[in-house]
């Protein structure tokens, strides 16, 4: 059996596959203010009754560091910052305890400056009086040489908690970048740890040593245990899941949307021969740009339970949730009550919605049927502008899928797949008012949950060569080995598929020879001096497939 939980902004799905079927779905309220209680809520009622030794796999999807971040609600960390020619890493400060410090290494790992001792401990003081405990450690070349972090790192060891260095956060060579991934790793660190234990804890009360896997923004897993030296994998893994399940059931080649349409927000994405688009170079969210890899999604404040406001003559849906629908209980009307007013929803009480449209619109001279059509009509336009504005956002750019760039690509689907729980009144008008062809996805309710279930482990390896300093390394998978001058791209990539393989099952992949490795990026440069070749200068980037787990057909 496979569990699959995503918390979304209104509802957090489970889902229990067992014999290649859908066993078993149910939905939670998510409290937003106390989210480890709504997901062990989840796990509770999915595994009642079912014996701990037939689950073999827990996938969950969480929204708790993205609000962390976007709330401002993470702890206070310290940032050792060093630079290198050419570039002031004061300029990409990221939080008040922020330290730029001397010492450099060149984009070819040489000193060209050492780490100063004394500098280092006189800031290890300041932060030990702050009480900060954990630490982030970042050089401008450090995925090239992690010398200077791994010295760092030995002088304040013994004096803080967790520890962030940089080089094992990414193997790209994005300073900025990796300077606010790392920066946010070690800022969820506490609130993530904290659920990591309460999820584990309540599982051995219950008997259950299960795998556990979180699913990532790219749309992949990775093991409960890796992600506590990762947590910042975990940011955006809501929007993930949404493509992931709507991967599970589409089908064909070409161009489709994707929109998930909750209570709280509707996320839209866009597949390319059922293959996720990919943003290249990391999310970017809460005013940091990162380095942490991403499906590209768009999250906007549009939902079943959207408040609807008339402002200045004109009615105005969302961007904020104060609660359910009136027709379930709620105080303000949403879009959902707008359904029950047009009587495509029954399982509430309508009354209640009538009244609560009539409220909102009794100065425009409507009547609530047809203030809830405009209402409607008016969600499903947003909708599409903004999937639109996102197309254009795309198309601005090179297009990248998780498998590779798509050259010269102008996206311009004319699919829409819809999912949620509001999913087939959606399609039906999103269809009757625009050109697409739109299609609900089976299991619409739960299929992010479903997505999240049968998501594969990924990860991805960087290794460079200098043939010139006889070296391959991958310092972010702290790995180096001298080589001669007659190393070759074809042998890089052998050990870049070795340590890749290694990675994977180390992060929670259950078979060697499940694991479907790909190059992603291979390149080669001649060194050139006194117009002699004196070595040859090698990246190779590989990941393995993103995807989902073998047999996930049957499930569909």
Request: charged share 25%; net charge negative.
């Amino acid at each position: 059996m496979i569990i699959g939980l995503d918390v979304g902004g209104t509802h957090t799905d489970v889902v229990l596959l067992k014999d290649e079927t859908l066993a078993r779905e149910i939905k939670v309220p998510t409290d937003s203010s106390d989210l480890f209680k709504t997901v062990l809520t989840g796990l509770e009622k999915i595994t009642e009754g079912i014996e701990p030794e037939e689950i073999r796999r827990i996938v969950l999807s969480t929204t708790l560091t993205t609000n962390a971040i976007v709330q401002g609600k993470t702890q206070q960390v310290g940032m050792i910052v060093s630079g290198g020619p050419g570039i002031d890493p004061a300029l990409f400060q990221t939080n008040e305890h922020y330290f730029t410090v001397s010492g450099s290494i060149d984009h070819r790992g040489r000193e060209k400056e050492p780490v100063d001792e004394h500098e280092i401990l006189k800031i290890a003081d300041i932060l030990k009086k702050k009480e900060i405990r954990n630490i982030g450690i970042v050089g401008k070349f450090s995925a090239r040489n992690p010398a200077h972090e791994l010295k760092i790192y030995e002088i304040i060891k013994d004096s803080f908690g967790k520890i962030f260095l940089g080089h094992r956060i990414s193997g790209n060579l994005n300073f900025p970048r990796r300077i606010a991934t790392t920066y946010l790793n070690a800022a969820v660190r506490p609130i993530h740890k904290k659920f990591f234990e309460a999820v584990r804890k309540s599982l051995e009360e219950k008997g259950m040593s299960v795998p556990i896997h979180i699913l990532k923004a790219d749309g992949g897993t990775m093991s409960f245990e890796s992600s506590i030296d990762f947590p910042g994998q975990s940011i955006l893994s809501g929007p993930a899941a949404s493509v992931m399940g709507s991967i599970a059931f589409a089908s064909g080649e070409g161009e489709s949307l994707v929109l998930d349409i909750g209570g709280t927000t509707t996320d839209i994405a866009v597949l390319i021969n059922q293959a996720p688009v990919l943003e290249p170079l990391g999310i970017r969210l809460g005013g940091y740009k990162t380095l942490i890899r991403s499906l590209k999604t768009c999250s906007i404040g549009i939902g079943g339970d959207s408040v609807v406001r008339e402002k200045n003559g004109k009615l105005e849906i969302g961007p904020d949730r104060i609660g359910p629908a009136m027709a379930y209980g709620g105080s303000v009307p949403t879009p959902t009550d707008a359904l029950f007013v047009l009587g495509m929803v029954e399982n509430g009480d309508r009354e209640k919605a009538i009244k609560g449209i009539d409220s909102v619109v009794k100065g425009l001279g409507m009547s609530a049927q047809e203030a809830a059509s405009e209402i409607f009509d008016l969600s499903c336009r947003k909708i599409l502008a903004e999937a639109q504005d996102m197309i254009d956002r795309i198309n601005s750019k090179p297009v990248y899928t998780i498998h590779e760039m798509q050259e010269g690509r102008q996206v311009n689907p004319k699919k829409i797949l819809v999912l949620g729980g509001p999913a087939p009144y959606f399609a039906k008008r999103l269809e009757e008012i625009s050109d697409y062809s739109v299609g609900v996805v089976p299991r619409w309710a739960v299929a992010n949950a479903i997505g999240a279930a049968l998501a594969r482990t990924t990860c991805e390896v960087t290794l460079f060569a200098d043939t010139q300093l006889g070296i391959v390394a991958a310092p972010e998978e702290n790995f180096s080995e001298t080589v001669d001058k007659n190393f070759s791209k074809e042998k890089a990539v052998k050990k870049a598929d070795a340590l890749l393989r290694q990675k994977a099952l180390q992060t929670g992949a259950s078979d060697v020879d499940e694991i479907e490795t790909e190059i992603i990026e291979d390149l080669q440069f001649n060194m050139i001096q006194g117009f002699h070749t004196v070595g040859k200068n090698i990246r190779v980037k590989m990941q393995v497939k993103p995807g989902l787990i073998y047999g996930y057909d049957s499930y569909c």
